[in-house]
């Protein structure tokens, strides 16, 4: 059942049924300070949402995952209700500490299943499909995600189109093409991905969507 005591700005899942994560990891700020701890993360069937649950209350501005760059993820299974293969989207605020390239979320397998969205060295988000022996990769065509700058992205694919959001509005043209991933097989992982990669800056209020949203709906999903 959602919990209705949860901070202002934490995502609270609606499915009866959900999985449970425990994450012993602290939550920071830009400045370096620790807030708080999170307590777990949670996966809602329904909207596949990911809910952090604090122990400590916090403005959504400062709550977040801190990612090393070197090895921190975090692992969140293989369910059916993560490894949608038609319509589907992925967003979350994340936090740039660092220039190098690295995955924000997903569960792919390069050349071989599943997708991921990420971002580049430069801060172009980008997000793959994958098949057999092949990728399909949309880039971002709008501005790019800044360093050291909380920001929310979302990529959105319905059809064989992904749409861009930043900060709630559509970022760059859409591109096209963008044909559906085999079924993955990896984790849906959180700053890290199955060839090994890792994002270096804080990322929080992951969700993903087995499903489409519009331009109304990203624009919730922002605030």
């Known amino acids: 059942m959602p919990d209705n005591k949860r ?3 934490i995502s609270v ?14 939550i920071t700020n830009p400045a370096g300070g620790v807030i708080g701890l999170i307590d777990d993360v949670r996966v809602a069937g329904i909207s596949q949402a990911f809910t952090v649950r604090h122990l400590l209350p916090c403005p959504r501005s400062f709550a977040a ?25 992925i967003g979350a605020w994340v936090w740039r ?47 790019v995600v800044p360093l050291n700058t909380q920001t929310h992205i979302l990529a959105v694919k319905s059809g064989t189109t992904v749409t861009f959001y930043q900060n709630g509005v559509v970022n760059g043209a859409a591109q096209t093409g963008i044909t559906n991933p085999i079924v993955a ?15 270096d800056g804080m990322i929080s209020h ?8 519009n331009a109304a709906e990203a624009l919730n999903i922002f605030k």
């Open 7 to 9: 901070p202002p700005g």
């Open 13 to 26: 899942g609606t499915a009866a049924a959900q999985s449970t994560f425990i994450i012993p990891w602290r």
């Open 65 to 89: 995952l801190r990612f090393d760059g070197a090895s921190g993820q975090v692992l969140c299974g293989t369910q059916s209700s993560l490894r949608a293969l038609g319509d589907q989207a």
């Open 97 to 143: 500490g660092g220039g190098a390239a690295g995955p924000i979320a997903g569960n792919a397998t390069v050349n071989a299943s599943g997708v991921q969205l990420e971002i580049t060295a430069g801060g172009v988000v980008r997000f793959i499909t994958n098949q057999a022996g092949a990728q399909v990769i949309a880039t971002c065509a709008g501005a």
């Open 185 to 199: 097989t990896a984790q849906f992982r959180i700053g890290g991905s199955a060839a090994a990669a890792f994002f």
């Open 206 to 213: 992951v969700r993903y969507y087995a499903s489409a949203p």
